[in-house]
């Protein structure tokens, strides 16, 4: 059996096995990926709906910017050897995991409102809490597991868009939530093993292998508008697939180090804040803007990751 960071007898991202300053920065870098992230959803919107630019592509650029981006700051930093990680296949697995993830995400964007989409994404903690405990053997408290359903209840008020509004492309984000969970689950288990920027540039290459391959099912299939390409005009919609390319870069290495850092449950009640920026963006870019509902399950959904936040920091000024 492979080693894992519950290996020497400890539970996987226990808090008895890492000191309280080191849980701080993981909570505080998942923070921030999950302010800066929803940036590049606003701008794969725009390339699908103002530049006709599909998901797949979009996602595919992505993916090259990942690893394009990675591959010489690695190179430079450790040399050539470390381009290749002690999970291989992890990695892969988990650039596969995360390209189907953010292609349907991306698909979603198209027709729903980007603050409507991730609310629905957001039974994606609740995902990730219960593989938690299955896969990683993680010991969820009371407080924790309160937090998350408080987080939860919340992201249920907020979903108006109902499926009989917009279809199966409701159920769209509940495909990408469970796949993220996934992939989150692998880093975690995987993330003691190799350095952040070697798993993200091959988890690059896995969503490029991925996704070379939904492209070309999708210009055989022709029908399949989210996956078939086209080759968009030069200009703006480069330059947004660069960006994209470059915030997902950043802010996931963001998360993985956070991982390193952090229980996977104790940071599934941040995942919510990303809904703040959502809703901050829809409102600025495309005039989405929630109504009294919506609010107040963004109060409960905040209230949540403040109370966690404020609990490890007491649990952490008591030791």
Known sequence: MESSPASNGQA????????????ARGMALMVIAMLLLPIMDAMAKLLTLRYD??????????FVVQASLLAP???GLRGFSALMPARVFANLLRGAIMSLAVMIFFATLRYMPIADAIAVFFVEPFFLTLLSVVVLKESVGWR?????????????LIIQPSYAV?????????ATAFLFAVYLTITRLIAGDDDPMTMQFVAGIGGVLMLTAVLVVGTWAGSVNFSAPQWPEFGVPWVLIFAIGVLATIGHLMVVQAFRLASASLLAPFQYLEI????ALGFWVFGEFP?????????????SGIYLFLRERAVANET
Not at 276 to 279: M, P, R
């Open 12 to 23: 996987a991202g226990s808090l008895s096995t890492k000191p309280q300053s080191q849980v």
């Open 53 to 62: 630019v599909t998901a797949g592509q979009t996602t595919f650029g992505r």
């Open 73 to 75: 700051v690695i190179v």
């Open 144 to 156: 924790r597991v309160l937090a998350v359903l408080c987080g939860f209840a919340g992201a249920m």
């Open 166 to 174: 917009f279809g199966v492309v409701s159920l769209m984000p509940i």
């Open 276 to 279: 703040i920026s959502a809703t």
């Open 291 to 303: 109504d009294a509902l919506k609010w107040l399950g963004i109060l409960i959904i905040v209230g």
